[in-house]
């Protein structure tokens, strides 16, 4: 009988991720396309083929459902490669500069920073929203390594908020912020690349442990 609950419990747990993955999916979608306040509960449940009782079981409400939609796109899929651990800073730098280009060239993301820029002004939630729940995690992540390599001696960092905000701001004005005004933005592999040592190169002439900051 326990192996036949165990396999039971299992198949009900994907049913039930299954179904929070069709939920998001089709959400997201009718977000972009219809916008904030052009979608309703109903419309979704409809999309994701699911029940409105069950889609109001998982999200009561519109704003729970875009709350999961931000904190799935910001989501990092490797904590390994988003947090290195200290003791190299030019590795560790390269691995979250590209770690964070893959995640802002995620597909849709440009068209979700459209989207809470287009609504802020009616729906100032979401823009909240978008930092609170993804933007900041991903930001105090990468602060945090730089805290560790400052502990580590390898870097001398004096205000660790500011460095931060100064190397995500290199890597997202080259490979990110264009595509925003630009939908044809598209620079190669070894364009991205460079930019990311350019960043990483400047944030070690600044803060390195050899580097005499004056």
Not at 38 to 50: C, D, E, I, Q, R
Not at 115 to 126: D, G, N, T
Request: zero cysteines; proline letters at 6%; glycine letters at 6%.
């Amino acid at each position: 009988m326990p192996p036949a609950t165990s396999a039971a419990s299992s198949y009900h747990q994907r049913v039930q991720q299954e179904k929070r993955a069709a939920i998001l999916e089709a959400a997201t979608g009718l977000f972009l396309a219809d916008g904030y306040d052009g979608t309703s509960l109903a419309k979704v449940a409809a999309a994701a083929g699911v029940s409105t009782a069950t889609l109001f079981k998982r999200f009561p409400t519109k704003a729970d459902l875009f709350d999961a939609i931000v904190t799935e796109y910001w989501a990092v899929e490797s904590q390994a490669t988003a947090t290195p651990a200290p003791g190299d800073p030019r590795r560790g730098l390269t691995a979250i500069g590209r770690d964070y280009v893959a995640l802002l060239t995620r597909p849709q993301m440009v068209a979700l920073f459209r989207l809470v820029i287009a609504e802020a002004p009616r729906f100032p939630e979401l823009a909240k929203t978008h930092f609170a729940l993804g933007k900041l995690p991903y930001f105090d992540s990468v602060r945090d390594y730089l805290r560790a390599e400052q502990a580590a001696g390898t870097l001398r960092i004096a205000d660790t908020q500011t460095a931060t905000t100064q190397f995500l701001g290199m890597v997202s004005n080259f490979a990110f912020w264009p595509r925003l005004l630009l939908p044809a933005w598209s620079p190669t592999r070894a364009a991205t690349r460079k930019a990311i040592d350019e960043a990483v190169a400047t944030m070690l002439a600044r803060y390195g442990a050899s580097t005499d900051s004056g």
